[in-house]
């Protein structure tokens, strides 16, 4: 970037800068953990360069919202000893409903696919954004706050791309409208060639990770259903023991369906009647697809013969599972909660009340 920043680059609105070629591999944890891991503050570490394609880029304006242009306009107005009016309702209520401006970077591929989208800084000066070489993580979203570091806990992220060619584009979203800004730029995805056992093909490496990505994805989407369905089921049971027109026969179709959606997560899950007695249990679906993603995420050795046996035996278990949360969540689950709505019982999660004026 320093090479290349002029001064009248530094006029333009925003510019992103070339990137150089990126070395693809996988980082060692040499303390066991990232960083110093348990070493303590008297052991000297000093942080390395960020690991994967590092892209630089320059606003010379930060991003406002609505608010932040009114009232910096306002301040300009009191400096300057000029009138300044409260908004009008329709101004204040753009600016409630508003969206945070973003500073998005869109990488693709040498075909035109984008591969990931990454956000940036949106205030004024130099920034940079580093792309970890990865495609997105399958894992379901998490909108909790991140806590306190654990460094056990590990990171939701994708398999590793494809080595080649890729470009990188910057655009600014303000008040939902999105714009270009700056040139885009190509860059080379380059395997640094000390695995000990690389794949001989890594397409066909690429092509199982994603396949497993999109399994890993399925499955842990089913799980979260059933999860929210048993949630349901438990708001609903309490609603029919608050609701004198219920009739009591509900609580019994409410048990049978308890009953198939814990049948259901048993063989998501494995039995835990069993496992949590110590006792061993056969792989689960969840637990097989886990210890693909646990063995290929960070490695970039073809598929063992257990890794594509465990595919094969999941995605044969969970195909017809996933047909069966379908008719249990999308029907059956339905048509209890129509009779409670029926009933005139309180509202719970998931169903939508009906009425009708008098």
């Not at 792309?131 to 806990?153: C, E, H, I, K, M």
């Not at 303000?174 to 860059?187: K, P």
């Amino acid at each position: 970037p320093l090479r290349g920043l002029t001064e009248s680059s530094l006029e333009a609105e925003a510019v992103l800068f070339g990137v150089r070629d990126s070395w693809m591999y996988i980082p060692s944890l040499p303390l066991g953990l990232p960083g110093k891991s348990f070493q303590g503050d008297s052991f000297y570490t000093a942080n390395n360069p960020p690991f994967g394609a590092v892209f630089t880029y320059y606003l010379k304006e930060g991003l406002e919202s609505r608010e932040e242009r009114r009232q910096e306009a306002e301040k300009k107005a009191i400096e300057a000893e000029e009138a300044v009016y409260y908004p009008s309702w329709e101004e204040l209520r753009a600016e409630d409903r508003e969206s945070d401006p973003r500073v998005v970077l869109t990488v693709k591929d040498s075909a035109g696919n984008v591969v990931r989208r990454l956000e940036g800084a949106t205030s004024s000066g130099m920034h940079r954004v580093a792309w970890d070489l990865r495609y997105p993580s399958s894992d379901p979203v998490d909108l909790t706050p991140p806590g306190p570091y654990n460094p056990f806990a590990g990171s939701s992220e994708g398999p590793l791309a494809m080595p080649g060619s890729y470009s990188v584009s910057l655009a600014t979203v303000v008040d939902g409208e999105a714009r270009q800004l700056g040139e885009v730029q190509e860059f080379e995805a380059v395997v640094l060639g000390t695995a000990t056992l690389p794949a001989t093909d890594r397409a066909v490496l690429s092509a199982f990770q994603a396949k497993v990505a999109r399994l890993n994805r399925a499955v842990l989407g089913v799980a979260g259903v059933v999860k929210e369905a048993q949630e349901r089921l438990r708001h609903m049971a309490r609603a029919i023991r608050d609701t004198p027109a219920a009739d009591r026969a509900l609580l019994t179709k409410l048990d049978e369906l308890g009953n198939q959606l814990t049948e259901l997560q048993e063989e998501l899950f494995g039995d835990r009647t069993i496992g949590r007695r110590s006792e061993p249990i056969p792989p689960s679906i969840y637990g097989r697809v886990g210890r693909i993603v646990g063995s290929q995420w960070r490695s970039t050795s073809r598929p063992t013969g257990t890794n594509r046996a465990s595919y094969t035996a999941a995605a044969e278990a969970f195909a017809p599972l996933l047909e069966r949360v379908r008719q249990v969540v999308g029907f059956e689950l339905k048509a209890l909660e129509a009779e409670l709505e029926a009933a005139g019982a309180p509202w719970t999660p998931g169903r939508m009340p009906t009425w009708k004026p008098e």
